[in-house]
């Protein structure tokens, strides 16, 4: 995917920035950076988007995303709303990963906070059980000052590098391939196929708008996102499908029709693909299961 390369304006006094978005970004889309981003969703949920990993987030959680990794957050549509808008309370950390020097690293009692910085490439979903203690620590920094900013970034790095196994979020194959070009036909074709994933969408249609032939647009696809065309539109299905079961609004048979699924038979196949587990054993992880 070629995603529009952000500058984060750097710190005139810090070695670190840290904001906190209490208003929904209405402007939030594709993006990359140089700096690593460690995000804290205080307040927040929607679908979470970095690399080829496609999953809902909701409030409490906690993500480190590396330096040049693509990434995205789409709020839910409540938050946007005019009548009756949801608050929205995201913290969000930017540092290089040098901003403690060369050296500083390869000390031997810096081992963890290294391979979290190493791991952080592929995207790290913080452990819920860690989450509420950095979200913490984040709060913490706003109110510090000097060594103790840095003493308490560190403490968070550490935490994050003493619980990775399991879960960094990119697939291994996944080809981080950028560009600063956010208007490229590659990025036009993402935000057709997220407006209209519940839809049958023609590869005929996405074909125009790269302006190549259908026998051309799966190389293509998969040239510039690093995953082919039918797997992405399925994970964006069923990321969709996941943050619908976890509000629990909806049965099964709505969110099936809701993602795009045409059959109940496939639902539950490439859910199960796409997740490890059924519809139903998804859901049950996070409160009791709705109506089949």
Known sequence: MRAQLLKIPTPVVNSFSIRRDTVPDVNNHWH???????????NGSGTQFIGDSVKPFKSGNVVLVGSHLPHYWKLDDSYFSVVNGTDTDVIVIHFCEDFLGECFLNLPENKAIRKTLQESKKGIQVQENNCQQIGELMEQ??????????????????????NLNGYTLLSADFMVNTSIKDNSPISNIYNHILVNFNKRISIAELADFANISVPSFSRYFKTHMGITYKQFLLDVRVGQACKLLIEGHMNVKQIRYECGFQNVVSFHKQFKEVTGKSPLEYQKSYFQPIAE
């Open 32 to 42: 990359y950076h140089r700096e690593i981003e460690l995000i804290y969703f205080k």
């Open 141 to 162: 920094i706003f109110s510090s000052a000097g060594s103790r900013r840095l003493l308490l970034l560190l403490e968070i790095l550490a935490i994050i590098g003493n």
